[in-house]
């Protein structure tokens, strides 16, 4: 994990504009882990979005936007266990994870108001994608009826 990153250019990076980086079609995951690489405009950056889902509580997701390989710019955890700040607050799940200088994740606050159903796990990776402007979406399968 990246701490010492300059905080004005992590704002760049999850500013920046971003489109797939492939013709891939996904299935959204159940259980396990995906990841999606994504690339700037320019493809001189390339980023990750990352989808972790329990295998046991398929409630419990985590979505993150990577760049630099490991510097996490953003991360979605829902119903997983409280987080405890570095300052010792805790911060009930759901939360979202911003990168500071100094610190990388390890602050979370509460879930801002542009996630507007995070039990919606598809939603709210979807309006994680608009946050850090993913213009070009990857593709995914549609789910299967149930």
């Known amino acids: ?61 985590t979505f993150q936007n990577r760049a630099r390989q490991s510097l996490v710019l953003v991360r979605i955890d829902i119903d997983g266990q409280p987080h405890r700040n570095p300052d010792s607050a805790e911060i009930p799940c759901p939360h979202i994870h911003f990168y500071r200088e100094g610190f990388g994740d390890k602050w979370a606050e509460p879930l801002p108001e542009w996630i507007s159903n995070p039990a919606n796990l598809r939603l709210t990776f979807q309006e994680l994608l608009d946050f850090c402007h993913v213009v070009t979406r990857p593709t995914f399968r549609e789910e299967l009826p149930i």
């Open 1 to 61: 994990m990246i701490t010492n990153f300059p905080q004005a250019d992590a704002k760049l990076l999850l500013k920046m504009e971003k489109h797939a980086d492939s013709d891939n079609v996904y299935d959204f995951p159940v259980a396990g882990s995906l990841r999606i690489p994504v690339c700037s405009a320019d493809r001189h950056e390339e980023f990750y979005f990352d989808i972790y889902r329990s295998s046991i509580r398929l409630t419990k997701a």
